[in-house]
Nanobody, 125 residues
Framework: QVQLVESGGGLVQAGGSLRLSCAAS????????MGWFRQAPGKEREFVAA????????YYPDSVKGRFSISRDNAKNTAYLQINSLKPEDTAVYYC??????????????????WGQGTQVTVSS
């Protein structure tokens, strides 16, 4: 089993920044992706970033490129999501997840085996 704990969410004004953290513990894998998704009320869970843990390659949808940045600290087994120039439409619960499949469909929720409990991000206008 893998345990994922997100932190760093909160209330922030539009234009501000936040850095979310996702600490992983438990079973280790030699190859996996860590992804970040968000879910706003009444909407589906949406992919916002992923990182290939071994090589460090990063992936983003066009909708967040330039504002979102995913990174990792191998020693701490922690991934980060830096969000800049926050907008009210970024308001959502943000989840991190770990996926170990070979398909590398990191943008799909079905690819991920383990999920954190989520952290709320609220952006005021």
């Amino acid at each position: 089993q893998v345990q994922l704990v997100e932190s760093g969410g909160g209330l922030v004004q539009a234009g501000g920044s936040l850095r979310l953290s996702c600490a992983a513990s438990g079973r280790t894998f030699s190859r996996y992706f860590m992804g970040w998704f968000r879910q706003a009320p009444g909407k589906e869970r949406e992919f916002v970033a992923a990182i290939r843990w071994g090589g460090g390659s990063t992936y983003y949808p066009d909708s967040v490129k330039g504002r979102f940045s995913i990174s990792r600290d191998n020693a701490k087994n922690t991934a980060y999501l830096q969000i800049n120039s926050l907008k009210p439409e970024d308001t959502a619960v943000y989840y991190c997840a770990v996926g170990t499949g070979y398909s590398a469909r990191y943008y799909l929720t079905e690819f991920y085996d383990y999920w954190g409990q989520g952290t709320q991000v609220t952006v005021s206008s």
